[in-house]
């Protein structure tokens, strides 16, 4: 681990020389994992990423700088097993971890999650629905919980989301399409739908439904991705996800 946070550092170094200011926001450091700062390495020096970093300082965001990765720190590309794609960062104090749908312990679960907590009761067997909704334990068993937009400014749903995120998200999930085999896609809502032109549907599994909001849940309901996702898993020799918090 010291090799790697040393290794890191050079690189943070070298992105504050070529971009000649003083950042605080070197975000390439914030990659912990050391096969996915490989994979996605080159991302950093493009144009739209140093434009986005930029941006970045001219206010406050969320989740916290060191948490904008999170997502990628559980498990490096090869372990990834599900992918489950949310839009942008919860906007209120203290909500955003870096992880889609998820939030703190201490924090009060938003309606999307506690629907999808309300589907997994109903299509997995011995599912409790939690009384906080930490998502980590998923992260942990490779499940990539990525927002489409990675940051957001308090307050402020979708601020963030002409800043170019979507170029850093749409590299990871191509990624994942061409070194990865049999992973499965959920696609919750017309945003995350938008995606699936990205996957190869003979090497992995796309589920797709409506959006976990309230304002389309009654279409999300009955989707039955769990079961079906561990299904797949079970089906090419890989651990299903235990999915109780």
Known sequence: MVTVLNETKKLCDFNLITNNCKCEICLIELLICEKWREILKDEFSKNYFLNLKKLLHSSPFFPETKNVFAFLNYFPIESTKIVIIGQDPYHGEGQATGLSFS????????????????????DIIGFKIPTHGNLEKWAMQGVLLINDVLTVEKNKPGSHSNYGWQFFTKSIIEKINLKCNNVVFMLWGRYAKSKAILIDCNRHLVLESAHPSPFSAKYFFNCKHFSKANK???SHCKKPI???L
């Open 103 to 122: 939030v703190p312990k201490n924090k009060k679960i938003p309606p999307s999650l506690k629907n999808i907590f309300k589907e997994l009761k109903d």
């Open 242 to 244: 235990v999915w109780n």
């Open 232 to 234: 797949y898993l079970i």
